[in-house]
């Protein structure tokens, strides 16, 4: 009989472990719109405003080559499509951002006035099982939130990201980047951690 419970405990959390590390979703941005200059200026913050955003999902802007670009910007630069000093540009598609940590994340095309014309993306990404995500309004601005500032530029035209937090691929460049703020990736990886030592923990216990 104890092995029998000791199986059944060791499934159980083993199903747990799976359900918090595995439960993540890919979004294709704009939907079959794409990622491009929209007809509606708030088409962007409607099309977040109905989805959840976790921590481990996967943002993936497809879109014309030469035609778009995609910038990770600060809050003030979504707000007033100031392309100057982005944190980030991706000009390659597919562009595919992994959500690395809770909090805002902000981004725009820097092509022509395409921000201005709807062309940005704000979104709140939330701890992974939590609920409330999709776009965040701010005041003064159609969508809101931002990720961390604080880059500067960097030769060729591309920018250094925060040297807090994960990583941002940089101009030019395609495929996976994550886009971080200082302090929450740390607080994303402990609780992460902490459950795996947990896990390893119980199963040890058990035998």
């Keep these: 009989?104890?092995?029998?419970?000791?199986?059944?405990?060791?499934?159980v959390l083993a199903f747990v472990a799976v359900t918090v590390f595995a439960e993540t979703e890919d979004h294709d941005v704009g939907g079959d719109t794409e990622w491009t200059r929209p007809m509606d200026l708030?088409?962007?913050?409607?099309?977040?405003?109905?989805?959840?955003?976790?921590v481990g999902d996967e943002l993936e802007f497809d879109f014309a080559p030469e035609r778009h670009d995609v910038a990770?910007?600060?809050?003030?630069?979504?707000?007033?499509?100031?392309k100057e000093k982005p944190i980030s540009v991706m000009t390659v598609p597919p562009v595919k951002i992994r959500l690395n940590t809770t909090g805002p994340q902000y981004f725009i095309c820097?092509?022509?006035?395409?921000c201005r014309f709807g062309q940005k993306l704000s979104i709140n990404v939330v701890a992974a099982g939590?609920?409330?995500?999709?776009?965040?309004?701010?005041?003064?601005a159609r969508g809101g939130a931002s990720p961390?500032?604080?880059?500067?530029?960097?030769?060729?035209?591309a920018t250094t990201p925060p040297t807090a937090g994960g990583t941002t691929t940089p101009s030019g460049s395609s495929g996976t980047t994550t886009t971080p703020a200082a302090g929450n990736a740390a607080a994303s990886s402990l609780g992460g951690a902490t459950f795996l030592v947990a896990f390893v923990s119980a199963v040890v216990a058990l035998f």
């Design 1 to 11: 009989m104890a092995g029998v419970f000791k199986t059944v405990t060791f499934l």
């Design 42 to 54: 708030d088409f962007y913050t409607t099309w977040a405003a109905g989805k959840t955003f976790h």
């Design 72 to 82: 990770v910007v600060t809050k003030d630069a979504y707000e007033n499509c100031d």
């Design 110 to 114: 820097t092509i022509g006035d395409h």
């Design 130 to 140: 939590a609920t409330g995500g999709g776009a965040t309004p701010a005041p003064g």
């Design 148 to 157: 961390a500032p604080g880059a500067t530029p960097g030769a060729g035209g």
